[in-house]
């Protein structure tokens, strides 16, 4: 078995012995069983368990037959460049791989129907004539429309590729050729041509997208080995960088979406590459690769809702292949219940490789293995990532998660959220996390934590002396408690670090604990330490203008206060600690020191009426997809007065408790 990692010429030489001994390169034999297509499609279509699956995409295939293909014009392509909008161009370019797809699959498991047929060599060919495969927000004007190699690029031209081996029994001769020519042209030259791109040295899902792709393209189309084994080289080097952004404890910092994106792409590419090498190349074998596929279990907290830190969706479906293809490397994989599986139409890029593989491999699977109606009720804490995840199973089928997070601010989709946690039951959201908004090219710009999901004003974390929680890797979490018990977890971190000096912060103490006996009770307690207590008598220093502006007044964004009060010190007045608390859910107040989330369930906010007044705060910002999604902050403003605090120190004590 070689090493996956190593010196470069080793490596390379490593591989090309082990292609030559191997006769499954370029064949169908890399990614099943099966003969030929044939016996692949027939395999497919007569499987029972993927019949509602099938029929979703035959659905999808004909309201697709009924529609115009889209049109992919300059004038659309540069909209991103005048306004940093994306979705006018992403729309219809997706709009067009999900054609390729659907027409695709009911070419395999209809082979006698011609409509698809036909209308998957027009779908080829279109594609085959875009000017460039790159999105316009990654686009590079020095490497041009053939050498730009995004995400997207990378995935259509493995699409492409593992197509034309798929399917080359019902691709004419010339398209084939077409395929390889445009695969070769716009993938293969300029990787090879490159010292190196951007993307090879990441320690997100772009190094194991794009690396991994263009490693499972070569591995269809290249038949020169000297050729192949110099790219698969630097596609392991690229998908190695990418392992390096995980810790020991397999947690993805940029949320579970992109666990199942970039992740998948890493098992898609290793899976080839395994069978292509007779099992010499295994990079399943690398002891962290196991704490990643376990990632999965551990971001639900019910069903289908997910623990959304970071640019993660509130809901997701998952991906029964790849979960059926880790299990398959590691027994302890938990499988989900059937119906927990991701729809056809979820996957809104229209991604070929999880489309084909959640057929093929999770064809002819026993049912019986996968009878759990929910993810396992556990707790852990994930060291490396900070996080910790606790889910709890009530006697009456309920389940309640809690989960919390440390970190630093400059994590990979980074949002400034040290500190933050959730609360859900029977996957609704109590306390929430916004998670992804709209990407645009402000979203990754200097303007990014304007946005309320990605600030920490949109979080469930404190506002001190008018101050949110600043960006960078030196503005993080310090670790003091993390304790798994079986009736209660304890959580505790120092959250000052994460403030800019203008907080005026000695300490921030935050401390979770956890009480999972019957119905679970969450107490949260901020011990706030200021650096000068003496500041706090200067009368001169009240000034509520620093308050966080509403979003009456601010529309989606948030503006980040960034200067200081009188020589640093923190400001006294109104604004001195608003804790913060983000819930989809209306507040309403039960009774003076109580108030009210209801859903399903309901869960009382308990505090000091004394020392805390409350106000709610319905805001609105837009959503992932471009639509307008409504939220409520429920602020608590701390009351006490200048004797209360004389030792420049407030204890924040609150209790959210299930009925």
Not at 373 to 400: L, T
């Amino acid at each position: 078995m070689i090493k996956w990692t190593g010196d470069k010429e080793r490596l390379k030489e490593q591989i090309k012995n082990l292609l030559e001994d191997n006769h499954v390169v370029g064949t169908l034999s890399m990614l099943c069983d099966d003969a030929n297509s044939i016996a692949l499609g027939l395999r497919l279509a007569s499987d029972t368990g993927l019949k509602d699956l099938l029929e979703e995409i035959k659905l999808e295939s004909q309201a697709l037959l009924a529609e115009p293909e889209p049109e992919l014009t300059e004038e659309l392509y540069g909209a991103y460049r005048k306004t940093g909008e994306r979705l006018s161009y992403e729309r219809p370019y997706f709009r067009k791989r999900k054609r390729l797809n659907a027409f695709a699959i009911m070419a395999l498991v209809e082979p006698q129907n011609d409509t698809y047929r036909n209308a998957l060599l027009e779908i080829v060919e279109s594609i085959c004539n875009e000017a460039t495969w790159c999105l316009p927000a990654h686009y590079s004007e020095e490497l041009g429309p053939l050498g730009s190699i995004d995400l997207f690029a990378a995935e259509t031209g493995f699409a492409l590729a593992e197509l034309s081996v798929l399917l080359q029994d019902k691709l004419p001769s010339e398209l084939l050729d077409r395929i390889g020519d445009e695969v070769e042209k716009r993938l293969f030259q300029p990787f090879l041509n490159a010292v190196s791109y951007s993307w090879e040295g990441l320690q997100n899902n772009w190094s194991a997208v794009c690396g991994g792709s263009i490693g499972a393209a070569a591995l269809y189309l290249i038949t020169d080995k000297d050729r192949l084994s110099a790219i698969l080289e630097r596609s392991i080097k690229a998908t190695s960088c990418f392992l390096e952004g995980y810790g020991d404890d397999g947690a993805c910092v940029e949320g579970y979406l992109y666990w199942q994106y970039g992740f998948g792409y890493y098992v898609y590419f290793v899976s080839l590459l395994k069978r292509a090498t007779g099992g010499g190349a295994d990079g399943f074998a690398i002891p962290k690769v196991k704490q990643i596929a376990m990632f999965q279990q551990r971001s639900f907290s019910s069903r289908g809702t997910v623990i959304n830190f970071s640019d993660s969706l509130p809901r997701s479906g998952v991906f029964m292949g790849l979960t059926w293809r880790l299990r398959d490397e590691y027994p302890e994989i938990a499988m989900p219940h059937p119906e927990l599986r991701c729809a056809y139409s979820e996957d809104h890029c229209g991604r070929w490789a999880p489309a084909l593989r959640n057929l093929i491999w999770a064809s002819g699977r026993e049912r019986a293995e996968a009878a759990h109606e929910d993810w396992p009720a556990e707790a852990v804490y994930m060291a490396d990532s900070a996080w910790m995840v606790s889910r709890h199973a009530g006697k009456d089928n309920s389940v309640y998660c809690f989960a919390a997070k440390g970190g630093h601010n400059n994590e990979p989709h980074n949002h400034n959220d040290c500190g933050s946690f959730l609360l859900h039951a029977d996957g609704e959201a109590y306390l929430a996390e916004l998670g992804s908004g709209m990407y645009t090219e402000a979203y990754f710009g200097p303007r990014r934590y304007q946005h309320w999901c990605n600030g920490s004003q949109g979080h469930s974390l404190p506002i001190v002396s008018g101050c949110t929680q600043s960006p960078g890797d030196a503005f993080a979490a310090k670790i003091i408690t993390a304790e798994i018990g079986g009736d209660e977890d304890r959580f505790a971190l120092e959250l000052a670090g994460a403030y800019p000096e203008e907080a005026g912060l000695k300490s921030l103490l935050r401390q979770f604990r956890w009480r999972k006996t019957g119905r679970p009770v969450l107490e949260l307690r901020d011990i706030i330490v200021f650096k000068d207590s003496a500041s706090l008598d200067k009368a001169d220093l009240l000034d509520n203008s620093a308050a966080p502006k509403t979003s009456l007044e601010m529309g989606n964004s948030f503006e980040v206060k960034d200067r200081g009060f009188g020589e640093g010190t923190a400001p006294f007045g109104e604004n001195v600690l608003t804790e913060r608390f983000i819930t989809l859910l209306e507040p309403k107040l039960e009774r003076t020191g109580r108030i009210l989330l209801e859903a399903g369930r309901k869960l009382s906010i308990h505090y000091d009426e004394h020392l805390w007044s409350p106000q709610v705060t319905k805001r609105s910002d837009t959503d992932h997809f471009g639509r307008e999604r409504s939220w409520y902050s429920l602020d608590f403003t701390w009351m006490g007065d200048k004797a209360a605090v004389r030792g420049g120190e407030i204890a924040a004590c609150f209790e959210f408790a299930f009925a």
